[in-house]
């Protein structure tokens, strides 16, 4: 139990570290505009949030998870916007709601898994079934968002600028067989886990968080998709470096807040599962940086055909996924 209590005071530790680190270099950034009232109202309701959870109130407590995320993406777009001068809320409003849309049937596809593997389950949902969707729903909507939006805010605060500095011209794409065995490779990342025994399969979540990735990179270099891989193809690592950091700080942020639900998430990985930071066992954050470049494939890949579904509904004429060049 001491050691537990321990982990957990490094993941605070870790959480209130990182978010100096964001707030630090936003505030030695130069800025082409003053911070959006947008980013007072997220900061707000975070810290709000957070007193009112750790006071159980509910239905604060019950909700702090997306309460908090909603507060975080909030500010961290206002951010970008005053570094910038455009952002995914502020100037892309259309791309944003396709974004968070997106993102609740893209994170059911992980749900249907777990279903399979046994991951993790949610204890503390409220009784009532129509306040447990709103949950639900108003959670996975912010997934694909809290992402996306830290990526961009690395990006504007040159996070990865030495990576940046090293792209070069273009070079010649993979061919046919390497995209196939990609495309092999992907595919089986994603079906063993589901074929073999519960109790192996509960080992196998690993593969599932690369399995897009292999799956839909090149799917998506070939057909002129924004694509990871034809970044690496033309020197430059800065966006797959973003990602990755966001991830790493998303999955930070998550089970930071996570922790303080009332309405929480509980996880049954098998390996060392008694090396815990928060509910996460410690190798378990690994996946987070892979999940967030495999939300990138997922949703580059949906693009093109949420463009033409916005043309005929009359929303947009046309959409330059902005949120996919970060």
């Not at 993406?73 to 259309?94: C, N, Q």
């Amino acid at each position: 139990m001491l050691a537990w209590f321990r982990m957990n005071d490094i993941g605070t530790v870790i959480f209130f570290a990182v978010a100096f680190l964001l707030l630090h270099r936003y505030r030695s950034m130069p800025r082409v505009a003053s911070l959006p009232k947008q980013g007072y109202v997220g900061a707000g309701i975070l810290f709000a949030a957070h007193y009112l959870t750790v006071l159980g109130v509910n239905p604060v407590a019950l909700y702090f998870t997306p309460i908090a995320w909603t507060g975080y993406i909030l500010w961290a777009d206002a951010a970008v916007f005053s570094l910038r001068g455009k952002s995914l809320i502020r100037t892309h409003t259309a791309e944003f709601a396709w974004l968070a849309f997106c993102s609740i049937p893209l994170w059911l596809i992980f749900e249907a898994y777990n279903l399979r593997l046994a991951n993790w389950i949610y204890v503390g949902l409220p009784q009532n079934w129509f306040l447990r969707q709103i949950g639900y729903v108003w959670a996975f909507a912010t997934i694909w968002p809290g992402i996306f939006e830290t990526a961009a805010l690395l990006r504007a605060l040159d996070w990865n600028a030495p990576h940046a500095a090293n792209a070069v011209s273009g070079r010649p794409g993979p061919g046919r067989a390497v995209v196939t065995l990609s495309a092999v490779v992907g595919t089986l990342l994603l079906i063993v886990p589901l074929l073999v025994s519960q109790p192996i399969g509960s080992y196998l979540f690993g593969p599932v968080w690369l399995g897009f990735i292999f799956l839909l990179e090149p799917i998506n270099l070939r057909m002129g998709r924004e694509s990871l891989w034809r970044d690496l193809l033309q020197g430059d690592s800065s966006r797959l470096w973003s990602l990755l950091w966001a991830g790493l700080i998303c999955g930070i942020f998550w089970e930071f807040w996570n922790y303080w639900a009332a309405a929480r998430w509980v996880y049954a990985v098998p390996i060392l599962p008694e090396w815990r930071i928060f509910a996460m066992p410690v190798l378990g954050y690994l996946g987070f940086p892979a999940f967030a470049v495999e939300c990138f494939a997922m949703f580059a890949f949906l693009a093109p055909w949420l463009g033409r579904i916005s043309a005929k509904l009359g929303i947009r004429r046309k959409l330059d996924w902005h949120v996919l060049q970060l």
